[in-house]
Protein backbone atom coordinates (compact mmCIF):
# COMPACT_ATOMS: atom_id res chain seq x y z
CA UNK A 1 0.00 0.00 0.00
CA UNK A 2 1.29 3.17 -0.62
CA UNK A 3 2.20 5.60 1.86
CA UNK A 4 -0.47 8.03 1.96
CA UNK A 5 1.60 11.03 3.21
CA UNK A 6 3.58 10.57 -0.17
CA UNK A 7 0.28 9.95 -2.15
CA UNK A 8 -1.13 13.29 -0.58
CA UNK A 9 1.68 15.16 -2.10
CA UNK A 10 1.29 14.08 -5.42
CA UNK A 11 -2.64 14.25 -5.74
CA UNK A 12 -6.01 15.05 -4.26
CA UNK A 13 -7.24 12.18 -2.02
CA UNK A 14 -10.74 11.44 -1.18
CA UNK A 15 -11.95 9.81 2.15
CA UNK A 16 -15.09 9.03 4.48
CA UNK A 17 -15.92 9.12 7.79
CA UNK A 18 -16.90 5.77 8.81
CA UNK A 19 -19.21 6.09 11.97
CA UNK A 20 -20.50 3.03 12.84
CA UNK A 21 -18.83 0.78 15.13
CA UNK A 22 -18.16 -2.33 13.02
CA UNK A 23 -15.58 -4.12 11.21
CA UNK A 24 -18.22 -5.18 8.66
CA UNK A 25 -19.19 -1.52 7.94
CA UNK A 26 -15.17 -0.66 7.71
CA UNK A 27 -14.85 -3.29 5.00
CA UNK A 28 -18.06 -2.55 2.89
CA UNK A 29 -17.02 1.36 2.83
CA UNK A 30 -13.09 0.38 1.91
CA UNK A 31 -14.31 -1.56 -1.20
CA UNK A 32 -16.35 1.76 -2.41
CA UNK A 33 -12.94 3.22 -3.61
CA UNK A 34 -12.51 6.24 -1.40
CA UNK A 35 -8.24 6.46 -1.36
CA UNK A 36 -8.62 6.48 2.65
CA UNK A 37 -11.34 5.66 5.59
CA UNK A 38 -11.33 7.77 9.30
CA UNK A 39 -12.63 5.90 12.08
CA UNK A 40 -14.45 7.87 13.82
CA UNK A 41 -14.08 7.56 17.52
CA UNK A 42 -14.67 11.52 18.13
CA UNK A 43 -18.07 10.43 18.36
CA UNK A 44 -20.34 7.21 18.59
CA UNK A 45 -19.86 4.00 20.50
CA UNK A 46 -16.07 2.17 19.43
CA UNK A 47 -14.45 0.68 21.73
CA UNK A 48 -10.80 -0.40 21.17
CA UNK A 49 -11.90 -4.21 19.86
CA UNK A 50 -14.02 -2.55 17.31
CA UNK A 51 -11.41 0.39 16.22
CA UNK A 52 -8.58 -2.80 15.73
CA UNK A 53 -11.57 -4.76 13.87
CA UNK A 54 -12.16 -1.96 11.46
CA UNK A 55 -8.43 -1.04 11.14
CA UNK A 56 -7.56 -4.65 9.54
CA UNK A 57 -10.78 -4.58 7.55
CA UNK A 58 -9.64 -1.52 6.10
CA UNK A 59 -6.36 -2.86 5.15
CA UNK A 60 -7.43 -6.22 4.08
CA UNK A 61 -9.13 -3.66 1.24
CA UNK A 62 -5.60 -2.18 1.28
CA UNK A 63 -7.21 1.26 2.11
CA UNK A 64 -5.53 3.15 4.75
CA UNK A 65 -7.08 3.71 8.13
CA UNK A 66 -7.03 7.44 9.64
CA UNK A 67 -8.53 7.16 13.33
CA UNK A 68 -10.25 10.46 14.43
CA UNK A 69 -9.19 10.31 18.29
CA UNK A 70 -11.16 11.63 20.94
CA UNK A 71 -8.15 14.17 21.77
CA UNK A 72 -4.58 13.82 21.69
CA UNK A 73 -3.67 12.48 24.97
CA UNK A 74 -1.23 9.20 24.82
CA UNK A 75 -3.74 6.58 25.80
CA UNK A 76 -5.65 7.29 22.45
CA UNK A 77 -3.22 8.18 20.25
CA UNK A 78 -0.58 5.20 21.07
CA UNK A 79 -2.94 2.31 21.16
CA UNK A 80 -4.34 3.27 17.97
CA UNK A 81 -1.31 3.50 16.41
CA UNK A 82 0.09 0.08 17.71
CA UNK A 83 -3.37 -1.56 16.66
CA UNK A 84 -1.90 -0.42 12.98
CA UNK A 85 -3.71 2.53 11.45
CA UNK A 86 -1.75 4.38 9.01
CA UNK A 87 -2.23 8.06 11.09
CA UNK A 88 -5.02 9.65 13.42
CA UNK A 89 -6.87 12.78 12.95
CA UNK A 90 -7.06 15.14 16.20
CA UNK A 91 -10.27 17.31 16.61
CA UNK A 92 -10.23 20.79 18.27
CA UNK A 93 -6.56 21.99 18.23
CA UNK A 94 -6.97 25.59 19.13
CA UNK A 95 -3.59 26.30 19.95
CA UNK A 96 0.46 25.62 18.45
CA UNK A 97 1.03 23.95 22.12
CA UNK A 98 -1.54 21.81 21.23
CA UNK A 99 -0.57 20.51 18.15
CA UNK A 100 2.88 20.06 19.65
CA UNK A 101 1.11 17.48 22.18
CA UNK A 102 -0.33 15.76 19.47
CA UNK A 103 3.18 15.29 17.98
CA UNK A 104 4.48 14.10 21.18
CA UNK A 105 2.25 11.38 21.48
CA UNK A 106 2.46 10.46 17.34
CA UNK A 107 6.36 10.07 17.41
CA UNK A 108 8.69 8.11 18.88
CA UNK A 109 11.83 9.39 20.79
CA UNK A 110 13.77 11.72 19.47
CA UNK A 111 10.94 13.87 18.33
CA UNK A 112 8.19 12.72 20.13
CA UNK A 113 7.38 10.76 23.45
CA UNK A 114 5.57 7.59 22.26
CA UNK A 115 6.46 4.77 24.24
CA UNK A 116 8.04 1.82 22.73
CA UNK A 117 6.57 -1.51 22.55
CA UNK A 118 7.91 -4.33 20.08
CA UNK A 119 4.75 -6.76 20.61
CA UNK A 120 1.98 -4.73 19.12
CA UNK A 121 0.69 -5.42 15.29
CA UNK A 122 2.21 -2.23 14.05
CA UNK A 123 5.39 -3.66 15.19
CA UNK A 124 4.38 -6.96 13.41
CA UNK A 125 4.03 -8.74 17.20
CA UNK A 126 7.59 -8.51 17.88
CA UNK A 127 8.88 -10.08 14.39
CA UNK A 128 11.13 -6.78 13.19
CA UNK A 129 14.94 -7.74 13.97
CA UNK A 130 15.76 -4.09 12.95
CA UNK A 131 14.21 -2.69 15.97
CA UNK A 132 15.94 0.84 15.66
CA UNK A 133 14.97 0.88 11.59
CA UNK A 134 11.60 0.07 12.53
CA UNK A 135 10.98 3.03 14.61
CA UNK A 136 12.36 5.42 12.71
CA UNK A 137 10.06 4.13 9.70
CA UNK A 138 6.85 4.18 12.00
CA UNK A 139 8.04 7.78 12.42
CA UNK A 140 8.82 8.51 8.86
CA UNK A 141 5.23 7.42 7.66
CA UNK A 142 2.51 7.93 10.38
CA UNK A 143 -0.17 10.62 9.11
CA UNK A 144 -0.24 13.12 11.55
CA UNK A 145 -3.52 15.57 10.84
CA UNK A 146 -5.32 18.34 13.25
CA UNK A 147 -8.95 20.14 12.72
CA UNK A 148 -9.07 23.26 12.83
CA UNK A 149 -12.35 24.35 13.98
CA UNK A 150 -12.73 27.20 16.72
CA UNK A 151 -12.47 30.72 16.42
CA UNK A 152 -9.30 30.55 18.77
CA UNK A 153 -7.68 28.00 15.66
CA UNK A 154 -8.43 31.00 13.09
CA UNK A 155 -6.87 33.06 15.64
CA UNK A 156 -4.24 31.16 16.25
CA UNK A 157 -3.44 29.94 12.66
CA UNK A 158 -0.33 31.36 12.37
CA UNK A 159 1.53 29.46 14.86
CA UNK A 160 -0.53 26.76 14.34
CA UNK A 161 1.00 25.94 10.94
CA UNK A 162 4.36 26.93 11.83
CA UNK A 163 4.52 23.21 14.06
CA UNK A 164 6.84 20.51 12.33
CA UNK A 165 5.58 17.72 11.68
CA UNK A 166 1.31 17.66 10.94
CA UNK A 167 0.85 16.52 7.55
CA UNK A 168 -2.73 17.96 7.21
CA UNK A 169 -4.70 20.44 8.64
CA UNK A 170 -8.25 19.91 8.95
CA UNK A 171 -11.21 22.48 8.82
CA UNK A 172 -14.16 21.03 10.67
CA UNK A 173 -17.13 23.31 8.95
CA UNK A 174 -19.61 22.16 11.85
CA UNK A 175 -17.52 23.11 15.26
CA UNK A 176 -16.35 26.23 13.52
CA UNK A 177 -19.99 27.55 12.57
CA UNK A 178 -21.01 26.61 16.12
CA UNK A 179 -17.63 28.86 17.82
CA UNK A 180 -18.44 31.67 15.39
CA UNK A 181 -22.45 31.25 16.53
CA UNK A 182 -23.00 30.93 12.43
CA UNK A 183 -25.15 28.44 11.01
CA UNK A 184 -24.25 26.02 8.90
CA UNK A 185 -23.88 26.29 5.89
CA UNK A 186 -24.11 29.76 5.46
CA UNK A 187 -22.48 32.18 2.99
CA UNK A 188 -20.65 33.70 5.70
CA UNK A 189 -19.02 30.73 6.61
CA UNK A 190 -18.40 29.82 3.24
CA UNK A 191 -15.97 32.92 3.42
CA UNK A 192 -14.19 32.35 5.97
CA UNK A 193 -13.64 28.19 5.19
CA UNK A 194 -12.41 29.94 1.51
CA UNK A 195 -10.06 31.87 3.31
CA UNK A 196 -9.37 30.00 5.84
CA UNK A 197 -7.73 27.21 2.75
CA UNK A 198 -6.39 30.32 1.36
CA UNK A 199 -4.32 31.27 4.54
CA UNK A 200 -2.96 27.32 5.12
CA UNK A 201 -1.94 26.72 1.04
CA UNK A 202 -0.40 30.42 1.08
CA UNK A 203 1.81 28.59 3.96
CA UNK A 204 2.58 25.26 1.40
CA UNK A 205 0.77 23.33 3.63
CA UNK A 206 -1.91 20.85 3.39
CA UNK A 207 -5.36 21.42 3.79
CA UNK A 208 -8.40 19.26 4.29
CA UNK A 209 -12.13 19.44 4.32
CA UNK A 210 -15.58 18.02 5.21
CA UNK A 211 -17.96 18.44 2.36
CA UNK A 212 -21.59 16.87 1.86
CA UNK A 213 -21.63 17.33 -1.93
CA UNK A 214 -19.41 16.86 -4.61
CA UNK A 215 -20.06 20.72 -5.81
CA UNK A 216 -18.53 21.85 -2.82
CA UNK A 217 -16.12 19.25 -3.10
CA UNK A 218 -14.97 20.63 -6.78
CA UNK A 219 -15.03 24.40 -5.18
CA UNK A 220 -12.58 24.00 -2.44
CA UNK A 221 -10.23 21.76 -4.61
CA UNK A 222 -10.08 24.64 -6.95
CA UNK A 223 -8.84 26.50 -4.24
CA UNK A 224 -6.27 24.40 -3.05
CA UNK A 225 -7.72 21.70 -0.64
CA UNK A 226 -6.22 18.38 -1.17
CA UNK A 227 -7.95 15.62 1.58
CA UNK A 228 -11.10 15.73 0.88
CA UNK A 229 -13.91 14.24 3.15
CA UNK A 230 -17.11 13.32 3.89
CA UNK A 231 -19.49 10.74 5.77
CA UNK A 232 -21.08 7.52 4.05
CA UNK A 233 -24.60 8.25 6.23
CA UNK A 234 -25.62 10.93 4.14
CA UNK A 235 -25.26 9.22 1.19
CA UNK A 236 -27.28 5.91 2.19
CA UNK A 237 -29.91 8.43 3.96
CA UNK A 238 -30.24 10.27 0.63
CA UNK A 239 -30.23 6.91 -1.75
CA UNK A 240 -32.48 5.20 0.34
CA UNK A 241 -35.43 7.87 0.73
CA UNK A 242 -35.11 8.27 -3.06
CA UNK A 243 -35.70 4.70 -3.92
CA UNK A 244 -38.31 4.76 -1.41
CA UNK A 245 -40.18 7.75 -2.62
CA UNK A 246 -40.17 6.52 -6.28
CA UNK A 247 -40.79 2.30 -5.27
CA UNK A 248 -43.90 3.86 -3.50
CA UNK A 249 -45.35 6.17 -6.18
CA UNK A 250 -46.01 4.67 -9.18
C1 LIG B 1 -16.82 19.44 11.84
O1 LIG B 1 -17.43 19.83 10.82
O2 LIG B 1 -16.85 20.03 12.92
C2 LIG B 1 -16.03 18.20 11.77
O3 LIG B 1 -15.39 17.86 12.72
C3 LIG B 1 -15.99 17.39 10.55
O4 LIG B 1 -16.95 17.54 9.74
MG1 LIG C 1 -15.77 18.89 14.45
Known sequence: MENL??????????????????????DYTSRLGFDFIIIDNEHGIMNQETIF????AA??????????????TPDMIHKVLDMGAEGILV????????????????????????GIA????????????????????????????????????????????EVEGIDMFFIGPNDLAASL???????????????TIQKITAKEKTVGIF???DETAKEYIKLG???????ITQYMTKGVREYLIKAKNN
Open 5 to 26: KKKLKKETLFGTFVPFALGDVA
Open 53 to 56: DMIR
Open 59 to 72: QCQRTPAIVRCTNS
Open 91 to 114: PVINTAEDAREVIKSALYPPEGER
Open 118 to 161: YFTRAASYGMIDDKAGFLKKANEEVFISIQLETGAAIENHDEIL
Open 181 to 195: GLPNPHPEMTKIIKE
Open 211 to 213: VTD
Open 225 to 231: AKFILTS
